[in-house]
């Protein structure tokens, strides 16, 4: 069975650029995630997903953070305009039952660097 | 809110040993709690989930303890390898089954 799958793996911009992440989790999870994680911190949620409709997107900073979600399969998350300060892996996950444990499968994640 | 408090010192031991990484949270009890290995430039694994009514979960080498009165997890890696030096993050649920995450800590086996 594939995993999360992520692109791309690493992203170099210059500030003020916009960026665009995707994701495509495993098949039959319904429930997708999206999150940031700082070095030397642990992931914090960005966004969640049910089917196509977005929950939880409280820690989402609207003004330049965008997240879609076609058909409830593939998701992108982007980014415009891009600060310096959004540099940060950026990981997707999925899961199977959120009410069973609520158990994350991750992607490799997506490195951004902003210059 | 729920905050997840884990060393964020890394732990160095000698292979062979027992390795014990520590996970506190601040405010009501959690319905369960995970624990995940994250190596470098990757994403977290799951690796073991324990409920508030269960005090003790065994996977193999690996062994979770939740202590509520504690408000504390404990993570135990017996008879450590090199090959388990990881992060190890503690997570656990807050409102509406949103994953609060821990720092993680950074284990590290000497052979």
């Known amino acids: 069975e594939a995993g999360v799958v992520q692109s791309p793996r690493y992203k170099i911009i210059e500030k003020k650029q916009p960026v665009a992440f995707w994701c495509n989790p495993i098949?039959?999870?319904?429930?997708l995630y999206w999150y940031r994680q700082n070095l030397g911190q642990g992931p914090e949620l960005l966004i969640r997903y049910e089917n196509e409709e977005a929950v939880d997107d409280s820690q989402l900073p609207k003004d330049r953070f965008s997240a879609e979600r076609l058909k409830g399969v593939d998701s992108t998350l982007k980014i415009q305009p891009a600060e310096l300060g959004d540099s940060a892996v950026y990981l997707c996950?999925?899961?199977?039952?959120?009410?069973?444990?609520?158990?994350?499968?991750f992607g490799a994640g997506t490195r951004l660097s902003v210059l | 809110s729920q905050k997840i408090e884990q060393n964020s010192e890394a732990l160095n031991i000698q292979e062979g040993k027992t390795a014990t990484l520590t996970c506190n949270y601040t405010?009501?009890?959690?319905?369960?709690l995970q624990w995940y290995r994250q190596d470098p430039g990757r994403g977290p694994v799951f690796l073991l989930l324990?409920?508030?009514?269960?005090k003790e979960k065994r996977k193999e080498r690996l062994k979770v303890t939740f202590d509520t009165t504690l408000k504390q997890s404990l993570f135990h890696i017996t008879a450590s390898q090199p090959a388990d030096s990881a992060t190890y993050l503690c997570a656990c649920p807050t409102g509406s089954y949103i994953p609060t995450f821990g720092r993680g800590t950074s284990l590290i086996v000497h052979p």
């Open positions: 996950a999925s899961t199977p039952d959120r009410l069973a444990g609520n158990i994350q499968y």
């Open positions: 324990i409920r508030e009514n269960e």
């Open positions: 405010n009501y009890s959690p319905a369960y």
């Open positions: 098949s039959g999870h319904n429930t």
